[in-house]
Structure formats: C-alpha cells, structure tokens
C-alpha cells in the first residue's frame, strides 16, 4: 500500500489503539533470541526481485512475463516477488483499473493478467529456471465488493449503523477485516494454504502486515510450513514480535530513508552506525531486513531513486548490498526506468536503457560470491574502521569464516583523502568490481571522488 515509513508508524499506532479487533497481544521481539521462522537455505545468500505484472510488458500478462526469465536469470536474482495477482474490486475503485490491494477474491486470478494456469505454468517456468516465488497477500482488507462481504457480512469492521469501515481514510476503496472473527482467520489460513498447495509458491510478502494480530501470522506460518518450508516478507518495520515465528524478513524503512538523508546532506556514517546497531539489538536472531532504494510505493508517490538520491543513486545501491539484510531490486530499476509508474492505470517500464542490467548483476555476485555479505546468521557481523572525526567516509569489513568483505564509502558529492587506520585488517584484497589488487597497511591512504565507493575482498 501506499505509504512513508514515517506515516505508517502513526498509522499503526493509531489503529492498535482504536481496533480491538486487531490489537497485539503478543511479546515483543527479545534482543538476542533465535527467531523460530526457520529460513530455507535458498533465501541465504538471494536478492530478491519485485515484479508489477500490470506494468512489465505492453501485453500486462504472465505469459508475456514469462519472456523476461531468461534475462532475469542472467541478471542473478533468484527470489521473484509478484504484486497481487487477485481480481481487483470494482466498487470504490481508484482510477481505471484499480489497486492491487483491492481484492475481490482470494481463490481466483485477475483475468487481465491471465488464467489460473497461466499463473500455474509461469510458477512452474519460473522454478525451472531456479526461481523461487512470492505471492503478495493482503490479509488486513479486502477490495468492497469482495466474495466474502455478503457471504459473511460479520467478518468486517463496521460502524454502528453496519457501515464498512476502511482502515485508514484514504484507503477508501478498501474494506477493514475484522479479526476477532475466528472463522474469518481459518478462511485466510485456507486461502494462504490453497496458493501454497495449489501453485507450488514459495512464501508470501504479506501487505501491511504490522496491522494484523502477530498470532494470526504465527498460526498461518504453522499451517505453510506444514505443506512446505515457505519464507515470509512482512511489509512492517514497527513490530518485531512478527519476526519471533512467523516472518523471516521485514522491511527496512528506516534505512531506506537514512539512504535519502545520505544523498540530501541530512545524514552522515553515524546514521549509517547507529542503524546497524538498531538491527543488532532489535532484530531476532536469524531475522533480517530488506534493504532497498525503491519499491512500487516508492517510485510511484515518491519518485524513482534518481529523482530522490540524484547523483548517489548507484552509491546507495551498492551501499544496500554490503549493510545487513537482503537488497531488493525493483521492476525497471535494473534499466534505469527514470519514470514513476502509474499505480492505478497501465503504464509501461523503459527498457531501452540497459546499461543497469550489468550494475545490478555485478552487484548480486559481489553477494553471492561472499558468505560475508549473505543474509541473516549465514552472513558475517558489521565492524566499522576508524577514520578521521567529521569524516564523510564509511569503513567497515563484514567477516564470515575465511571471507572478508571490506568497504569505503564516500557518502558525500565532495572528494575525500584521508588515512583509514585498520591494523586488524592488514594485508592484499582484491577489488570486487573491478578485479584490481590492494595492499592496506595498518594506516591506508584512500582516496573517494564525490560519492565514490570501493568493494575489497579477501582472500
């Protein structure tokens, strides 16, 4: 849905508040607990990719998807997360056609895309080529003319006249679920099982998922793992007890605007610092962040990642693969689409541009290539290098067994010279991108143009 991190938190301040249908009543996350949603070893070491079907090709369907697999396997994503595939309501609709997040039915297949065994055989494509799939899930509201609002009128959040209720006001073209309807949680549970069971998907990226009840999660969670090993990205960042047994990974807000205030001058290496420490002392143990410079709030309400990190758009690229978590890259992003794309009516990505394509692919096998940097417990902690007070210059190596990534990252459009003490680290690394050798003494004399960055990697 639509959103700012900033806003959303208030939003689900207020709405846990107001709603005891939905209020948590579960523990917090507990700083240095193992998180019980166990992570398939495929996730350790993947980039994930989001696909908006509507706007990929001019047909908008899943068989003219099919098409771009070849070139998305070269590119070396291995995780493809698909915006919501359902029928879109047609009562309160925004636009032409209508949000995603406005779902009419929960069993069926949004004719404009396709069939059901077009979604089937594109699943199947997919898992071929060595995909694995994420369906997008809406569990906190349904479209207003959904299935289930006359077959179960009491499953929604009315006022005392028996009026539906949207969430949040300028979601008006969606209706609020009520859940402390115990056989609306079963349908849901069902409706997850049936893709799973069904369709052989590989997990869910669960929309706004903070606004429903973290035992709701936990139970579903039970029920997925129970037909397969799944893996769950839950759109929240406020509530890590979703984190304790039912998703693997959240979104890493926060630090997506840390990276805006980076390219404004807002933000320096010690808001870089303080948010690894966040991730450290919050985040349970095994969990992570999705780290990324857009998504399709993002570039169609706030702008593409040129229009809001300009020049440092590739800086904070690189600097998403290398800080913990798993980097996400969005449909067009990898050709360099310098247009916002429309939500609610066809649009269509640019990809005549690329040049991006090969970035992002030297990016995604900096990753695989070094346990150091993979996801969760599989990766190696943040140690950050000293460098002069005041500096614009991040330093820091991230170590895995035998493997050691090192990074500089001039997080300024001004040149930076300076001596980066690193004694612990002494010794010849090979540069990630362009294969050049190192030597770094115990004091290193760097040098970083306006927004520079260099990747070493040792041995």
């Known amino acids: 849905m639509k959103q700012t991190s900033e806003w959303m938190a208030l939003v689900l301040i207020l709405f846990m508040a107001c709603s005891p249908g939905k209020e948590n009543k579960s523990p917090d996350a507990t700083p240095g607990s193992l998180s019980e949603a166990a992570m398939p070893e495929w996730a350790a070491d993947a980039t994930i990719y989001e696909v908006n079907i509507r ?73 071929e080529a060595g995909f694995k799939v994420l369906l997008d899930w809406v569990a906190n509201h349904t479209g207003r003319d959904h299935v289930w609002i ?171 693969f290398v800080v913990p978590g798993m980097p996400l890259i969005y449909t067009g992003q990898e050709a360099g689409n310098l247009f916002r794309l429309e939500f609610f009516e066809k649009d269509e990505v640019d990809w005549s541009r690329p040049e991006m394509q090969r970035f992002y692919a030297s990016l995604i096998d900096l990753k695989q290539e070094n346990p150091a940097l993979w996801n969760g417990t599989a990766g190696g902690p943040v140690h950050f290098l000293k460098t002069k007070e005041g500096s614009s210059l991040l330093a820091f190596t991230r170590e895995k067994e035998n493997n050691r990534v090192l990074t500089l990252f001039n997080l300024s459009p001004d040149p930076v010279h300076e001596v980066v003490n690193c004694p612990e680290i002494a010794g010849t690394y090979t540069d990630a991108l362009s294969g050049e050798k190192m030597p770094f003494e115990k004091e290193t004399e760097v040098e970083l143009d306006g927004w520079g960055y260099r990747i070493w990697v040792q041995p």
Request: include cysteine; charge should be negative.
């Open 55 to 127: 706007q990929y090709t001019p047909e908008g369907t899943f068989a003219a998807f099919q098409e771009h697999l070849p070139r998305l396997k070269e590119l070396g994503v291995e995780i493809l997360w698909f915006m919501p595939i359902h029928p879109i309501s047609e009562e309160g609709r925004k636009g032409t056609l209508g949000s995603y997040y406005a779902v009419r039915d929960y069993l069926a297949v949004n004719p404009e895309f396709g069939t059901l065994q077009d979604f089937k055989d594109l699943v199947d494509a997919c898992h």
């Open 150 to 320: 006359d077959e179960h009128p009491e499953w929604f959040t009315r006022d005392s006249l028996g009026t539906l209720l949207s969430p949040v006001p300028d979601w008006s073209d969606v209706a609020d679920l009520n859940y402390e309807q115990p056989g609306m949680q079963d349908a849901m549970i069902d409706a997850l099982k049936y893709w799973v069971r069904e369709s052989d998907i590989d997990g869910y990226r669960c929309d706004v998922a903070g606004m429903v009840p973290v035992a709701f999660w936990e139970e579903a969670r039970r029920a997925l793992d129970s037909i397969k090993p799944v893996f769950m990205l839950a759109e929240d960042e406020g509530e890590k007890a979703l984190l304790n047994k039912a998703f693997n990974m959240n979104y890493g807000w926060h630090f997506h605007h840390v990276m805006n205030q980076l390219a404004r001058g807002e933000a320096g290496p010690e808001e870089v610092k303080a948010y690894v420490s966040r991730v450290d002392s919050t985040y349970p143990i095994g969990s992570f962040p999705m780290q990324f410079t857009s998504n399709h709030d993002e570039n169609s309400w706030n702008g593409t990642e040129f229009e809001r990190l300009g020049d440092a758009a590739k800086t904070m690229a690189a600097l998403s």
